[in-house]
């Protein structure tokens, strides 16, 4: 059975959440409930306001049990070539779960509701795990894990394709060393940052962080070109961990594309893990 989702089985979806995805590492176990459904029905976000103009969330019961879910809707702005356009809106299939032994029949029927709505509001072209329009307690982490890539067929077969594949890279923060003369010069509210020697910016990169699971997310960090290749992307990295490290965050972590062979180079020589990787899809 289809029901909108009530007050009434939000801890029941809490609790089906983090069952099913235990194996998925951008799931901060730390996330609370309150964390949780503030990011997940509210749509707060720590830094940049409300991702959504509309989002809804419908779950499949059995025996009064919450069997899978789903959450769409539409964007609150688009990327355009001048920035953010608030005119527009993406259509964006956020969360779609079922376990492997869950029947498709109740699983498709959920995507049939989201592909209903997309209909019923002109919009054409569609995602599913968009990765900017994840959830903020988990860094607005939006792909889906390699664990879950079963879900990725039945999303084949309603003509969703592959947009993008990223790499998952996180590194613990275990101590604070920092041997290298690069001052960090943040912004005003801490998401971008200038590494700088003496009068010069070396580079720059970007940030969010999520307080609970004591984790930082890089979205990007590059180097001006004449500094590159000099091993001071590096040293800059080693600021960047032991100044976070001071500040009492345990985890860094980030993503690049699958292709981007020189980023993944550069994070597992700076002590990164790779967990795996992720996708996103468009139909």
């Known amino acids: 059975m289809i029901q ?16 099913h995805r235990s194996s998925v590492p951008y799931y901060y176990k730390s996330t609370s409930f309150a964390e949780w459904k503030n990011s997940l029905l509210f749509d707060q976000d720590f830094s940049n306001g409300p991702q959504f103009k509309d989002l809804e969330t419908y779950i499949w019961l059995e025996n009064n049990e919450i ?31 079922f376990a492997q032994d869950t029947t498709r029949e109740a699983a498709q029927e959920l995507l049939n509701l989201a592909a209903a709505y997309f209909d019923k509001n002109g919009i054409r072209k569609t995602y599913a795990y968009f990765h900017y329009f994840g959830m903020s307690c988990f860094a607005r982490q939006g792909k ?14 309603n003509a969703y394709r592959v947009e993008h594949e990223n790499i998952y890279y996180s590194k613990l923060l275990i101590e604070a ?29 970007e940030l969010t962080y999520t307080p609970a699971a004591d984790l930082a ?44 062979y020189s980023a993944q180079k550069y994070y597992e020589k700076n002590g990164f893990a790779d967990l795996g990787r992720m996708r996103s899809y468009q139909k």
């Open 217 to 260: 997310y890089l979205r990007w960090i590059g180097m001006k070109p004449e500094f590159q290749g000099q091993g001071i992307g590096t040293d800059c990295m080693r600021a960047l961990c032991a100044d976070l490290f001071n500040k009492g965050y345990k985890r860094l972590d980030t993503d690049t594309a699958e292709n981007n």
């Open 177 to 205: 060393t920092q041997d290298v003369d690069i001052h960090l010069e943040y912004s005003k509210n801490g998401n971008l940052l200038h590494f700088k020697r003496d009068n010069s910016t070396l580079g720059q990169a």
């Open 4 to 19: 909108k989702l009530s007050a009434d089985f939000e801890h029941n979806l809490f609790q089906y959440f983090f069952k």
């Open 144 to 157: 889906l894990h390699e664990s879950e890539f079963y879900i990725e067929d039945l999303l084949h077969e």
């Open 67 to 97: 069997q899978c879910f789903i959450q769409f809707g539409l964007s609150a702005f688009i990327f355009g070539e001048n920035g953010r356009n608030f005119e527009k809106h993406y259509g964006i299939i956020r969360n779609f779960h």
